[in-house]
């Protein structure tokens, strides 16, 4: 990504909305920042690493996830084009990661330091409401999820995938948008344990499955099995 091509993606962001193509580029001039590459699989942040810049993902997917004690990775959330990390922390006094932070495809991200980020709110409200916007709207959406991974039962999180990903396909033979593995990370499970209950649910007569799909066999029984 050229110099020019960044310009452009920071100028159609809604936090630098009011700021003119002159302005953003005088001020990124200084050096607090960094624009960095990341390949898939590459960790951005180590989970309990002092967080020391806001994090405005240029291209790409990044996942959030956690490791417990038994080896068990949950994917809390996934972040792509547009998003921000970081802005919870930075500014914290415990601003360390709580959770580790990968890449899930190549992605670029542009870090922003504090310095830089304090430049930006005294030059500009807009800036500076959406930034609070974006904290306070990052801060329900992971609390939101770990409230509802965790009360969750494994059958519960699989029929509500397959309600969200039926309805999106519109078809009842639901193609996996990534490996079964990966989706055991989403729901913080292991992959037997996740392999175990569709071979459950296979037998109560509610779905099918291979490799790449998973068939609902009766959609009135999967709501009802929920």
Do not use: W
């Not at 091509?5 to 100028?11: E, G, H, Q, R």
């Not at 630098?16 to 990124?28: G, I, M, R, Y």
């Not at 009360?151 to 309805?167: A, G, H, N, P």
Request: net charge positive.
């Amino acid at each position: 990504m050229n110099h020019q091509d960044f310009m452009a993606v920071l100028s159609s962001h809604s936090l630098f909305a009011d700021f003119s193509n002159q302005a953003l580029n005088q001020v990124f001039r200084a050096h607090y920042y960094e624009k960095r590459e990341y390949q898939k699989d590459q960790v951005i942040h180590f989970q309990n690493e002092c967080c020391r810049t806001m994090d405005l993902i240029l291209s790409g997917r990044v996942a959030v996830q956690n490791l417990d004690s038994e080896g068990n990775v949950l994917t809390i959330s996934i972040f792509q084009d547009g998003d921000v990390l970081g802005a919870n922390l930075i500014f914290s006094s415990r601003n360390t990661y709580p959770m580790t932070v990968l890449a899930q495809s190549p992605a670029v991200i542009l870090h922003l330091h504090q310095e830089l980020i304090l430049e930006l709110c005294q030059m500009n409200r807009t800036f500076m409401i959406g930034l609070m916007k974006v904290i306070s709207d990052k801060t329900l959406i992971l609390s939101d999820k770990i409230n509802a991974i965790s009360m969750k039962t494994i059958r519960q999180c699989i029929i509500d995938f397959l309600r969200y990903e039926s309805r999106i396909q519109k078809s009842q033979i639901v193609r996996l948008p990534s490996s079964k593995k990966e989706l055991a990370q989403r729901f913080g499970i292991q992959r037997s344990s996740l392999s175990r209950e569709l071979n459950k649910m296979r037998q109560d007569g509610l779905i099918d499955f291979d490799a790449k799909t998973i068939t609902i066999r009766n959609i009135n029984n999967l709501n009802e099995s929920s």
